[in-house]
């Protein structure tokens, strides 16, 4: 964690050596204007210029902007349309009287720097540039393709919105708009990417959320120095607590319902532009086996899924390693019956169990990341040869025991029922070492794993929040909404673990 | 500083563990699993010098599993023996004979053999062994048998493919009251240590195919031996002293009376009258409640129960003196555990006659047990009349 | 990185009430049955436990009400004002060194056991080596994670008690009970003695003397520590009675640890885990790591308190090597055991003696 912190401050000494910008003002004529623009960009053949002349005053003037980033029929309706049919002779000054009466676009702004400029066209505005005049105006008229709002691929729910996250933020920042109307949901804008100048909004409901949490999230947001943020994914990397740790400390979703639950509970979340994944944050281990679908129906059924959603878990990380701690140290523990079962079983299989469980195991993985690599279509058949063909021949050429295709298979559905990608994945890597160690000292080193995992886990925070929440330190009454979900009049109050501004979530009405 | 050295320390350390680690593992095609024991005397004891003779059955998986193709006709099982001083001595020559290493958790049935146990505290040398070895659960079940113990280890009735299952599930089949209850380790082991008698289930074998649990032997808790063979008949009697009998039958058939009752409760009280140590008197009371499964009587069972209720006691009642007097005079050793009463209920006394108590000065023969049974008749089955009476 | 201060890392009242059965509940609760039904007859080791626990209940009262008066301060600080400059050394270095021992006794116990139930030819050594990083690993964290992981394991251990309890029950005869009152004066006198070690955790009840002051508002703490040594004197009095009414008196104190030979003698419904003991031992080494990293713990904050200049971790480091040391020095598990008593002991009489002196100092001089 220092040690990240360090690289971190001196990559942005480093940089600010190299790259320190000072704002250049904007030249006094027009077509040395064009000329810095045309060399700052290098000529590019989608950079339209178009030039013109305004009103009595004959000034020249341009209309300077990207083909493809912008809505060309804007540009052209109420941008130039208007300025060439208004040529009316006027004593002000021009520039102020385009922006005041004629140009009918709504976001627009006076910029007087050739950086905030160049920032501006890069992003979608149109700039016009006046001869002899020191201001540049922007227009808003930014309008890049994006796909259409569609159900979210990750985490399905049956009964639930069926609108997902795009990659355009303005589109998803509404998304979230949308459903909460309360005048006190904020949206801070960073802007994070040395090249790539994205917009990062940290967004959160002021009044409920912690405001230490925030700034602390803005605080670390700040300190990102890259080319180019990839995903929300390379975002939470840099501004999570512990990087040698194999759990995520900070939760991502497709889907606002649960941006928005996330929100309402107190939690900030975390938009990229260019990612249809946004980053909740502050999460606890427990969080990562919620879904949304526990919501969605009535509370025993809600705590019925959860649990079970827990027992996966122990299953996706316990079953392979209590195999090998049973099987090879401590038979005793199965009654005679089954263990006779599975030393028949075993009879005749060439490898130790320890070997055998490894080998089919990541034979899983392999498939696992085949099948997801592969186009859907063939990722499909990718299950059929694995499950059918590989296990079945496996088993009858004798090279593993049936139990261990049933085990492995187990263990494998088990982890898909994680709701949170992210937390599978490091599920999958834990199931490695609890194998290894009850290879080596049966159940007493699946036991002392245990414990170093629960050590980690304790020492471990999310954006300085514990990770082991509600458990530890102990918010009981929060374990009614956390651990399991109680009937909807046990759940007035918001969950306290984050210590929220405002505790009171549901009231009851007579 | 430690950051940057730990993935490097952690790499050390499980390459450590992982070459030099896995002590204990072993895998399960690798074990032999001791399910049965038998324990016998060898043939080539003295008098003086006991030579043990220890039997292991060790389950073979392969012949267990049925699921495989092909229907196998082979054994389930492999008998090992060895004779020896004693038994842990004995395992170990067994296991230069197995070319798996021998696991004894699952031991399910211990057998010991009638000629073992007659020996006075032979039978609680051999015992040290199994309750002191921590690989040995506290449940496994101890028998006697009649005749050689590893016989019985050959049986295999048709539905099972272990004898030492078969033996297992035999104790634990609890439908009649001619047999005691199954005797855990652990509970030997109790017995052992404050010295009590107490009975044990008496197996022996019918024919090829099976065994049969009938009676039990009679252990003297202070001469560390088996006294005598309590017979089937007797063993019910005792067990309804003793409030066990809660399965069964008890069947009447004189001349004039012929029916079959079926016992399904049984509780039974026993109190001190008088403390006077060479003639202590025992008021015992015993509560039967029965069903009338079978007549051939001329009473009708539904109204007239009461004169079923008044044969059964005079059986009973018959049938528990009986079983008294040969405690008292033939076994001379409480079978009834009066010996926990008194402990319970009367410290002090027991204190002091708890040396002299079965044995020695035999107190227990000296007393005087009177019994008042009490008979109820829950129900009369599912007709109405008897046959004789359709007839007449 | 991490400048936020949620106050999630204060230690509260509630965290005392966890630290103090995570603390008591270790390798001697396991063959406490056989100690206490040694000398007395049938259940009457119930009444020592009571009075044990009693007398136990009203020294940590005094420990916290004093301990609660110095929030903020450490041990050294406030034991100087009250007594002086080097009596508090000196007895600061006397829990280092009980932290140290018990450490040690905890690590080689669970190996000696570990050893008898789970391992054969695994080396003692190894089986305490590994366990030890595990601790060294806990205790390089910080302290209010120690507490958090304290939080964590109990549940397990309380419902392994539970567990223990009601899956025997069947096994249980209720003539093992009796009879009842007949155990001489002697018996009870050394039992209650008995159970007092046991009850306060060979003596690292004392250890709240150091932990008590790290409260910043110590309201309810008396309260709270009163109930967290009911909960050790609950579990104390369900494992006795259990053990006894299973295996009577007599059995009972002729088992080494009667309470893993319970463990071992339920055989689990559903045919699907046949025993108990592995999953029952396997759970209490939660208990024991508990137990080893607050003594651990409480070694280092004292430590810390007495050389200011040197880190937690170089702290940690020296101590490792030692505590393994010691851990190897006994031959068996005799020789384990009695060091065990010896420790204990001395960790009771200091505790004690420390928390009466203390006090007394304190109510004569009048020192807030």
Redesign the interface.
């Known amino acids: 964690?220092?040690?990240q912190s360090k690289i971190n401050h001196k990559k942005n000494e480093e940089l600010s050596q190299d790259n320190s910008s000072f704002p250049i003002e904007i030249s006094h004529y027009l077509e040395d204007n064009i000329n810095i623009i045309k060399k700052m960009l290098g000529n590019p053949s989608d950079l339209i210029i178009r030039e013109l002349t305004l009103g009595n005053q004959r000034k020249k003037a341009a209309i300077i902007y990207i083909n493809g980033l912008i809505d060309n029929q804007l540009v052209q309706n109420n941008v130039l349309k208007e300025i060439l049919s208004n040529q009316t002779e006027t004593k002000t000054d021009l520039l102020d009287y385009l922006y005041q009466k004629i140009i009918a676009i709504t976001d627009i702004s006076k910029v007087k720097t050739l950086d905030d400029v160049s920032f501006g066209i890069l992003s979608g505005n149109t700039a016009l540039y006046i001869n002899e005049t020191d201001t540049v105006l922007l227009m808003g008229t930014a309008s890049g393709e994006h796909r259409s709002i569609e159900e979210p691929q990750s985490e399905r729910l049956i009964r639930g919105p069926k609108a997902g996250f795009i990659e355009d933020i303005n589109t998803n920042i509404s998304l979230i708009r949308q459903d909460i109307k309360d005048p006190n949901l904020r949206f801070e804008t960073h802007h994070i990417g040395r090249r790539s100048k994205q917009k990062i909004v940290v967004s959160f409901i002021a009044g409920i959320v912690n405001m230490n949490i925030v700034n602390e999230v803005n605080r670390r947001l700040k300190s990102i120095d890259t080319d180019y943020a990839f995903s929300s994914g390379e975002v939470e990397q840099w501004i999570q607590d512990s990087f040698?740790s194999p759990f995520p400390q900070i939760g991502d979703t497709e889907r606002p319902d649960r941006a928005i639950q996330s929100l309402l509970k107190g939690k900030v979340v975390i938009l990229l532009e260019g990612t249809p994944f946004v980053l909740i944050a502050p999460i606890t281990l427990v969080e990562t086996f919620h879904s949304l679908e526990d919501d969605n129906q009535r509370w025993l059924n809600g705590t019925s899924l959860r649990l079970l959603r827990y027992l996966t878990a122990f299953i996706a990380i316990f079953l392979p390693s209590l195999y090998i701690a049973l099987?090879?140290?401590h038979?005793?523990m199965l009654p005679?019956k089954l263990?006779?079962?599975?030393?028949?079983?075993?009879?005749?299989?060439p490898f130790?169990?320890?070997v055998e469980v490894v080998i089919m195991a990541i034979t899983f993985e392999i498939l696992h990341e085949a099948g997801i690599r592969l186009p859907k279509i063939i990722g499909s058949t990718i299950g059929i040869v694995g499950g059918l063909v590989i296990g079945e021949s496996a088993v009858s050429a004798g090279i593993v025991s049936p139990i261990m295709v049933i085990i492995t298979a187990l263990t494998a559905i088990a982890s898909f029922t994680t709701p949170q990608y992210s937390m599978a994945i490091s599920l999958r890597l834990l199931r490695f070492c609890f194998m290894?160690a009850a290879?080596?000292?049966?159940l007493y080193g699946v036991i002392l794993v245990y414990i170093v995992i629960n050590i980690h886990i304790v020492n471990l925070k999310s954006i300085g929040v514990p990770y082991s929440l509600p458990f530890a330190p102990l918010f009981i009454k929060d374990w009614k909404g956390l651990v399991i979900r109680s009937p909807l009049m046990m759940l007035m109050n918001r969950p306290n673990y984050l210590k929220v501004t405002d505790k009171r979530k549901r009231r009851q009405t007579k | 500083m430690?950051?940057?050295n730990?993935p490097l320390i952690t790499l050390y350390?499980?390459s450590l563990?992982?070459l030099t680690?896995?002590?204990?593992?072993?895998?399960?095609?690798e074990?032999a699993?001791i399910?049965g024991v038998a324990v016998d005397l060898a043939n080539d004891s003295t008098k003086n010098d006991y030579q043990l003779r220890l039997t292991d059955q060790l389950?073979v998986?392969?012949g267990?599993?049925t699921t495989?193709e092909g229907v196998t006709n082979q054994k389930a099982y492999r008998n090992l023996s060895k004779s020896g001083d004693n038994l842990f001595d004995i395992n170990n020559k067994i296991s230069k004979q197995e070319n798996r290493t021998m696991?004894a958790?699952?031991l399910?049935v211990i057998i010991f053999s009638e000629e073992v146990v007659m020996q006075p505290d032979l039978f609680k040398k051999s015992l040290d062994v199994f309750t002191r070895t921590?690989?040995m659960?506290?449940?496994i079940k101890v028998a006697i048998s009649k005749g050689k113990a590893n016989a019985l280890l050959e049986i295999v009735p048709e539905d099972v493919k272990l004898p030492s299952?078969y033996i297992s599930t035999l104790l634990e089949n609890q439908r009649s009251a001619e047999v005691s209850y199954p005797l855990r380790l652990?509970d030997l082991?109790?017995y052992l240590?404050?010295e009590l008698s107490f009975v044990m289930p008496y197996l022996y074998i019918l024919d090829d195919e099976s065994i049969e649990n009938d009676g039990v032997a009679v252990f003297n808790g202070k001469k560390g031996g088996i006294v005598g063979i309590l017979n089937g008949t007797l063993t019910k009697g005792r067990n309804i002293i003793t409030g066990d009998a809660n399965s069964g039958t008890i069947s009447i058939s004189a001349d004039d009376t012929k029916f079959t009752a079926e016992l399904i409760d049984n509780k039974s009280k026993i109190n001190l009258v008088n403390e006077k140590k060479n003639n202590l008197k025992f008021q015992l009371e015993v509560e039967v409640t029965g069903i009338i499964s079978e007549t051939a009587d001329k009473n009708n069972p539904f109204t007239n129960s009461e004169a079923y209720e008044e044969e059964l006691v005079k059986k009973i009642s018959s049938l528990i003196k009986q079983t008294i007097e040969k405690a008292q005079n033939e076994l001379q050793t409480d079978i009834f555990k009066i010996n926990?009463y008194l402990?319970?209920?009367h410290?002090?006394l027991w204190e002091s006659i708890k040396e002299n108590w079965d044995t020695g000065e035999n107190y227990f023969r000296q007393s005087d047990i009177s019994v008042d049974v009490d008979v109820t008749i829950e129900h009369s089955g599912n007709t109405l009349y008897n046959s004789e009476k359709e007839g007449g | 990185m991490n400048k936020l201060e949620l106050s999630y890392e204060a230690i509260h009242d509630r965290d005392i009430l966890i630290a103090i059965p995570s603390m008591a509940i270790a390798i001697g609760i396991l063959y406490m049955p056989r100690k206490l039904a040694q000398p007395t007859?049938?259940l009457d080791a119930v009444l020592s436990i009571l009075l044990g626990g009693i007398i136990i209940i009203l020294f940590t009262w005094l420990t916290v009400r004093l301990a609660s008066k110095f929030p903020g301060q450490s041990f050294i600080t406030y034991a100087s004002k009250l007594a002086s400059k080097p009596v508090a050394i000196g007895i600061t270095l006397l829990f280092v060194l009980h932290g140290i021992f018990i450490t040690s006794f905890e690590i080689r116990a669970i190996s000696n056991i570990s050893h008898?139930?789970?391992?054969?030819?695994?080396?003692i050594e190894?089986i305490s080596f590994?366990f030890l990083?595990a601790v060294v690993y806990a205790v390089?964290g910080s302290r209010a994670a120690i507490f958090r992981l304290n939080a964590l394991f109990l549940p397990f251990i309380i419902v392994a008690i539970i567990a223990l309890a009601l899956l025997s029950f069947r096994f249980t005869e209720i003539?093992n009970a009796?009879?009842v009152f007949?155990t001489n004066l002697d018996g009870y006198f050394v039992t209650t003695y008995r159970s007092m070690l046991t009850i306060s955790g060979f003596g690292v009840l004392g250890y709240l003397l150091f932990y008590v002051p790290l409260i910043k508002s110590p309201t309810q703490t008396s309260k709270a520590s009163i109930i967290g040594v009911l909960w050790v004197i609950a579990s104390h009095l369900i494992v006795l009675i259990i053990t006894i009414l299973v295996?009577?008196n007599?059995?009972t104190s002729?088992l080494i640890f009667p309470v893993i030979?319970l463990a071992?003698?339920i055989?689990l419904p559903g045919e699907f885990f046949n025993?108990f003991d592995s999953l029952f031992f396997a759970i209490w080494i939660m208990a024991i790591f508990n137990t080893s990293a607050m003594s651990f713990d409480v070694a280092v904050l004292a430590l810390q308190s007495l050389f200011k200049k040197v880190t937690k971790?170089k702290i940690v480091f020296i101590l490792s090597p030692i505590i393994y040391f010691i851990s190897s020095l006994p031959k068996n598990s005799y020789e384990t055991g009695l060091s065990g008593r010896v420790i204990g002991y001395l960790g009771l009489g200091l505790s004690i003696g420390v928390t009466l002196l203390l006090f007394l100092l304190r109510m004569i001089r009048g020192v807030k």
């Open positions: 964690m220092k040690r040698l099987v090879t140290y038979p005793e005679a263990i006779f079962s599975i030393a028949a079983s075993r009879e005749g299989v130790p169990a320890f290894i290879a080596v000292f049966g | 430690h950051i940057q730990a350390i499980l563990l992982l680690g896995c002590w204990d593992s072993v895998e399960l095609e074990r699993f399910y389950v998986p392969s267990i599993n495989s696991f958790e699952h399910e921590q690989d659960r506290r449940g299952e652990g082991n109790e240590l404050m926990v402990r319970n209920h410290y002090t | 007859i049938g008898l139930y789970l391992f054969d030819k695994t080396p190894i590994v990083l390089s003539n009796l009879p007949q295996f009577g007599i059995a002729n030979e071992r003698d055989e025993r971790l």
